[in-house]
């Protein structure tokens, strides 16, 4: 189980605008990553270091994303103004997961221009629509086309802290691990949330020095 990718819901002046925006920030390349068809969303990715991503997503005027969790979240999210959405952790067998919550995973794909598809399954969105603070899960079926991967060299960038407006405690009960359990790689502030709980900031390193946004 590790951090895989953090989303950002576009803001008001759309997916494109807001994916150069932070690209520029930090010093990235943004990559169109597509239409997710099962969802009724699409995505820019800015690939980061040690296979992780951030996911700049935007919700499309289509039925299923009325219907899926992941486009009503993305929905919700750009009507509030846009901004970080959630985190989202990578497993090799969502089957543990799926049997500790409860919880049936769903089927994702995204097809790239060549026809490659890359294919994944999550569990947990509407964990994340009604407590913020907790991420969901993914399994990549051919990991081989992770989204780390899209700009064919080694991202300079990394994601080096996520601050968390939350209960530590209750995350680490979602995750399945002990309250004393910490990340040896991201640093993970909690702080008491005034308002809604959820991902308040996330912290880049980078050749430049350290981001936070």
Not at 45 to 69: F, N
């Amino acid at each position: 189980m590790r951090v895989d990718h953090v989303s950002y819901a576009a803001e008001q002046d759309g997916l494109r605008a807001t994916a150069d925006r932070l690209a520029e920030k930090l010093g990235v390349r943004a990559v169109n990553g597509g239409v997710h068809p099962s969802f009724g969303t699409r995505n820019i990715i800015l690939p980061m270091a040690h296979e992780r991503y951030v996911e700049v997503v935007e919700v499309l005027d289509h039925p299923a994303s009325d219907k899926a969790p992941f486009g009503q979240a993305v929905r919700a999210a750009s009507a509030r103004g846009g901004g970080w959405m959630g985190w989202v952790l990578r497993v090799e067998d969502l089957e543990p997961v799926s049997q500790r919550l409860g919880r049936e995973p769903v089927p994702g794909y995204r097809r790239f221009p060549d026809g490659r598809e890359l294919r994944w399954r999550q569990l947990g969105v509407n964990g994340l629509i009604n407590d913020p603070q907790l991420p969901f899960f993914v399994c990549f079926e051919n990991p081989e086309l992770h989204p780390s991967g899209a700009i064919g060299e080694v991202p300079r960038v990394n994601i080096s802290g996520l601050t968390i407006a939350g209960d530590p405690d209750r995350v680490c009960e979602w995750l399945g691990l002990s309250p004393t359990q910490t990340s040896t790689v991201i640093d993970f502030t909690f702080i008491a949330p005034h308002g809604t709980a959820g991902l308040l900031s996330v912290t880049f390193d980078g050749p430049d020095g350290r981001i936070t946004i």
